[in-house]
């Protein structure tokens, strides 16, 4: 949307938190996880420590872009408001 010249999309208040995970950082270490024996059977999290408010990304994302940042709140979904941080 940005790229067009369009405002960016959030459904809900923007206050909703997600965590991002680059795959380069992950998938070495999911790839390898069958091939450790103690890690069968086992649950880990390879993904980020740190959560981020769609707010904040869209601020980011438009600061990136050199842009003024244009958000349109939209009504909220039923979706999962803040991402869990283990």
Known sequence: EI???????IFGDGSQTRSFSYVDD????IA?????????NQIFNVGADDSYSLN???QSVSHAMQVQPNIVHLDARKEVVHSTVS
Request: proline content about 17%.
């Open 32 to 40: 390898k996880a069958p091939l450790l024996p103690h890690a069968r």
């Open 26 to 29: 992950v998938a070495p270490i």
């Open 3 to 9: 790229i067009q010249g369009k405002p960016l999309t």
């Open 56 to 58: 904040d990304l869209a």
